[in-house]
């Protein structure tokens, strides 16, 4: 399978796919952060402006672990001067219903990558039921990290699987896909299959979301074929479209929609306490990159299995993993390929 890499590549175009099984909440996990950067990447001051005021009102909570474990390796300079580099960026995005309090569970983990010449993200999914080693409990599904030991616990085991250094930590409200679908006017998508959900019917072919109605469509599994396969597929339909529409030249040049449009997001996100807004915002205006410039990836799994305590798993494909891994810690993922 081809991977799902929308748009352009700078870096050579990956080959293969992973299996996409995300669950309901993984566009609003990427978009919460991700789409808040890639808007620093425009020129201009009122750009400029309107990302500062949005990085000034992310909320802030304690999401890392221990500076031993959670501290990159090598500094990351986020001034893109001349003469200066950069190091790649990893963030654990985390998915919940309640980000403020930082508290609750969280059932959608991903990585957002961004390469040292911030030209390519890509963003990484972690099925909620993968069975993981999670650092002082045992082997379980990876969202039983969050329930064990909340977002600093979350960020370890993914650290530890990987074997890379976390640099910072998010939390996304899930809720926020319905304000920011609103926001936008909705989002039009391409639905390869009729179904109904919760009173709504989404036929096939174009079709444009909105609040609840697109909060349902990428929520439904059991009426589709394929289940939480497709719904994840759907998933990443809506998060490509928020994407593309929120950084559209119509939204953009419209100060009053762009800046409602951040202040959804801002209103969405929790960030680490490492992670201020002053070097958010430098972050943002870094980045040389589009929406079209993410690529989307999954942990490889070998199957399914039944463990006696735990239930049902996706099982790692420690090889698959192993490159993935590889990839990761040279920032070349653009080369990556299962």
Same mark, same amino acid.
């Given at each position: 399978?081809?991977?799902?890499?929308?748009?352009?590549?700078?870096r050579?175009?990956?080959?293969?796919?992973?299996?996409?099984?995300?669950?309901?909440?993984?566009?609003?996990?990427?978009?919460?952060?991700?789409?808040?950067?890639?808007?620093?990447?425009?020129?201009g001051v009122?750009?400029?402006?309107s990302?500062?005021?949005?990085?000034?009102?992310?909320?802030?909570?304690?999401?890392?672990?221990?500076?031993?474990?959670?501290?990159?390796?090598?500094?990351?300079?986020?001034?893109?001067?001349?003469?200066?580099?950069?190091?790649?960026?990893?963030?654990?995005?985390?998915?919940?219903?309640?980000?403020?309090s930082?508290?609750?569970?969280?059932?959608?983990v991903?990585?957002?990558?961004?390469?040292?010449?911030?030209?390519?993200?890509y963003?990484?999914?972690?099925?909620?039921?993968?069975?993981?080693?999670?650092?002082?409990?045992?082997?379980?599904?990876?969202?039983?990290?969050?329930?064990?030991?909340?977002p +600093? %616990?979350? @960020?370890? /085991?993914?650290?530890?699987l990987?074997?890379?250094t976390?640099?910072?930590?998010?939390? &996304?409200?899930? =809720?926020?896909?319905?304000?920011?679908?609103?926001?936008?006017?909705?989002?039009?998508i391409?639905?390869?299959?009729?179904?109904?959900?919760?009173?709504y019917f989404?036929?096939?072919?174009?079709?444009?979301l909105?609040?609840r109605q697109?909060?349902?469509?990428?929520r439904?599994?059991?009426?589709?074929?394929r289940?939480?396969?497709?719904?994840?597929?759907?998933?990443?339909?809506?998060?490509?479209?928020?994407?593309?529409?929120?950084?559209?030249?119509?939204t953009?040049?419209?100060p009053?929609?762009?800046?409602?449009?951040?202040?959804?997001?801002?209103?969405?996100?929790?960030?680490?306490?490492?992670?201020?807004?002053?070097?958010?915002?430098?972050?943002?205006?870094s980045?040389r990159?589009?929406?079209?410039?993410?690529? +989307? %990836?999954? @942990?490889? /799994?070998s199957?399914?299995?039944?463990?006696?305590?735990?239930g049902?798993?996706?099982? &790692?494909d420690? =090889?698959?993993?192993?490159?993935?891994?590889?990839?990761?810690?040279?920032?070349?993922?653009?080369?990556?390929?299962?």
């Amino acid at each position: 399978m081809q991977i799902g890499f929308s748009g352009r590549a700078r870096r050579a175009r990956p080959r293969r796919a992973l299996r996409p099984r995300g669950r309901r909440i993984i566009a609003t996990v990427a978009l919460g952060l991700a789409v808040m950067l890639l808007a620093g990447g425009a020129a201009g001051v009122y750009l400029y402006q309107s990302t500062r005021t949005a990085t000034e009102h992310v909320h802030h909570a304690d999401l890392m672990p221990d500076r031993r474990s959670a501290a990159p390796a090598h500094p990351v300079t986020l001034d893109r001067g001349k003469g200066s580099t950069s190091a790649p960026v990893n963030l654990v995005l985390m998915g919940q219903d309640a980000p403020r309090s930082a508290g609750g569970r969280s059932d959608t983990v991903m990585l957002l990558h961004l390469d040292a010449d911030r030209q390519t993200a890509y963003l990484i999914s972690l099925p909620r039921d993968l069975y993981v080693a999670i650092p002082g409990h045992g082997k379980n599904k990876i969202n039983a990290a969050y329930a064990e030991g909340g977002p +600093q %616990l979350t @960020v370890r /085991t993914v650290q530890d699987l990987f074997g890379i250094t976390i640099t910072h930590a998010a939390i &996304v409200d899930f =809720r926020g896909l319905i304000d920011i679908t609103r926001e936008l006017g909705g989002v039009t998508i391409t639905n390869p299959y009729a179904f109904s959900s919760h009173g709504y019917f989404y036929p096939q072919g174009k079709i444009t979301l909105s609040g609840r109605q697109a909060m349902w469509f990428v929520r439904e599994r059991y009426a589709l074929p394929r289940g939480d396969l497709d719904r994840t597929a759907n998933n990443r339909r809506v998060l490509l479209a928020i994407l593309d529409k929120g950084l559209s030249a119509r939204t953009v040049s419209d100060p009053a929609r762009f800046r409602a449009f951040l202040s959804e997001l801002a209103a969405s996100v929790t960030v680490d306490n490492g992670f201020s807004a002053t070097q958010l915002h430098k972050l943002a205006l870094s980045l040389r990159m589009s929406g079209s410039d993410i690529g +989307q %990836l999954q @942990v490889p /799994t070998s199957g399914f299995a039944s463990v006696p305590g735990v239930g049902s798993v996706d099982v &790692v494909d420690q =090889r698959g993993l192993a490159k993935l891994s590889s990839a990761l810690r040279r920032d070349d993922l653009g080369s990556y390929h299962d």
